[in-house]
């Protein structure tokens, strides 16, 4: 008589058995990787990124030595950009910024069939089915790594699984000591997610995922986003409309000298994030997108925050 099963014994880390949010996607370790998973599974042999997006959605197209050129957003961070450049065998990447822009899609679609939609910012936007469709789940929660996937196509070749318990460090650290002990450890982990190949999202990372109270999450960044709408929207020059399934990822404040105030807050405890640094390396002095890395200052409203935290952002800047 066999028996694989392990039965007894000492206790894993304690996690409810939930639901992902993502449960009908194909589950990866990295954005990126399920970015390459679409490259190799259409064979696409050219593709359209913007400018402004995360120098890691490079890493594949390099890898699979595929060729790509650059596109420009306007002052509503959409494409400036004729779709009928985009042939039968290129795609066109479109990235739903913060998680607000998902309401475009339909009418990009309509333009371009070839669309792979980089859903890295945008968790929670569900997808139009028949438009490839990435996600990535660190950047709304804490896990280390993983990957959701909306992929038309499948490869066939066979795909480890992704093991993430000596990623966690960080993690663990910030709950029991607070952020800056474990930001090199951060930066750390980051670097590890770098020139993997496309793998299984891990057990740990899968588990904790079916962890999180989704509904909850959601009204929390809804009712934080708005809160600061009130004090913001005004002055900010980007507008952006909330529908009642937009789900953002940070409240996203571009004012004409943002670069200052994001110092200062970040002086004061209220960490802002550069998205994206690499992308001064590729535009040019007078771009629109030299302007938003240096100036847009996103502001976090996530489910860790209720509208307390958001008046002390909200009084730290009106103190500036
Ligand atoms: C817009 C965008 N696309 C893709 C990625 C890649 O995701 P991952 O780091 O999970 O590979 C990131 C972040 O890294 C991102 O910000």
């Not at 066109?92 to 990009?108: H, K, S």
């Not at 280390?144 to 066939?156: E, F, Q």
Request: charged share 25%; with cysteine.
């Amino acid at each position: 008589m066999a028996n694989s099963k392990e039965i007894g014994g000492f206790f894993e880390l304690e996690l409810n058995n939930g639901f992902e949010y993502h449960g009908a996607a194909i589950a990866l370790n990295t954005g990126r990787n399920a970015f390459e998973y679409i490259l190799e599974a259409n064979n696409y042999t050219h593709i359209y990124l913007p400018y402004f997006t995360c120098d890691a959605m490079i890493e594949p197209l390099k890898k699979l030595k595929i060729s790509y050129e650059f596109y420009s957003i306007n002052n509503n961070l959409l494409p400036d950009f004729n779709f009928k450049k985009v042939q039968n065998n290129q795609a066109f990447i479109y990235n739903n910024y913060f998680g607000l822009l998902g309401n475009n899609i339909g009418a990009i679609r309509s333009k371009c069939k070839n669309i792979i939609v980089d859903n890295s910012q945008a968790f929670f936007d569900r997808t139009l089915l028949d438009i490839d469709t990435f996600y990535s789940p660190r950047k709304f929660f804490g896990v280390s790594d993983g990957a959701y996937l909306y992929s038309k196509r499948k490869i066939s070749q066979f795909l480890k699984t992704d093991i993430s318990y000596n990623n966690m460090k960080h993690l663990l650290g910030r709950v029991d000591m607070g952020a800056q002990k474990f930001y090199k450890d951060y930066q750390r982990n980051e670097e590890k997610l770098k020139d993997q190949p496309i793998k299984r999202m891990s057990s740990l990372t899968q588990n904790i995922l079916k962890n999180i109270a989704y509904e909850n999450v959601k009204k929390k960044r809804r009712r934080n986003y708005k809160f600061l709408g009130k004090y913001f929207n005004d002055i900010n020059l980007l507008q952006f409309n909330l529908d009642n399934d937009t789900v953002p990822l940070v409240y996203p404040l571009l004012l004409k000298d943002g670069g200052s105030l994001k110092k200062a807050l970040i002086q004061n405890n209220i960490y802002i994030p550069t998205y994206w640094p690499n992308v001064l390396e590729w535009t040019h002095e007078n771009s629109f997108e030299k302007f938003l890395v240096e100036n847009l200052v996103c502001l976090p409203i996530d489910q860790r925050y209720d509208e307390a935290d958001m008046k002390i952002i909200i009084d730290l800047i009106n103190n500036e």
